[in-house]
């Protein structure tokens, strides 16, 4: 009696690894052929073509033959980081790319994500790049390109930057750059920021606060927060409180 219940608890064991590593072989499936097969490289470049362009995640879920919930957290992701912009809301909204894609062949297809690749891309595109070309030329995810930049973006070796339209662009340190090189794109970028930011404050009485540039340049707050200082610190600002105590930087010059 014991060796026959013995003998069916090794039978039900059986059993249950067998419909686990069926069901589990199952759902590689569906991981590998969504990601191996269907790239962030792929989707963007069916929004850039004509047939592409402002689809909606059924019709793009229709035309890589993923499911619709599966193809919305591919979107969720690109959108999120700003390699894609998206029109309308609710339940039927449209996408297309911030930009369009190069039309040159991609130089750098799945190779490894390193500095001197960065630096080679960054040189190709005049120190100024955005992640959906990043992406074009190498291949490689959001996800990963994002997990990339992180520790460069830490240590200031890129910045990212974002402008008037809240298209973000990745600037290579000025030390990092070919020395041969003319292009400027870092002071021009910032350039650029520092008058949109004086403009801002002109147009609101004068003054700007952190908050607002967090929601208008859809910036890091710490971000927002050294990008005022250094304009105070030129004297450009100056930091006062308003009437709740809050802090605000206040234009020195009209």
Known sequence: MAGFILLSIFI????????????????????SRETAYISDRDILLYLNSRSGNFST????ATHFGLPKSSMKRRISMLLHRLAIRQYGS????????????????SSHLSAELNLDLLKSLFEKYDY??????IIYETGHSILDITKFLKPYMANKTIRRVQDIYSDRWYILATEYRNPTSTTD????SEDKLELEVLEFARLHNGKITIEDLVREKHMERNEAKLTLEELQGRE???????????????????
């Open 57 to 60: 995640p059924q019709e793009l």
């Open 90 to 105: 609710g339940v039927t909204p449209n996408y297309t790319l911030r930009g369009p894609l190069p039309e040159h062949p």
């Open 12 to 31: 039900m064991l059986a059993i249950s690894l067998t419909i686990f590593a069926v069901v589990y072989h199952k759902k590689g499936k569906t991981i």
């Open 128 to 133: 100024k790049i955005s992640s959906a070309q």
């Open 236 to 254: 450009l600002l100056q930091l006062a409180l308003d009437d709740l105590g809050r802090p605000e930087f206040i234009l020195t010059s009209p």
């Open 185 to 188: 794109a870092i002071s021009a």
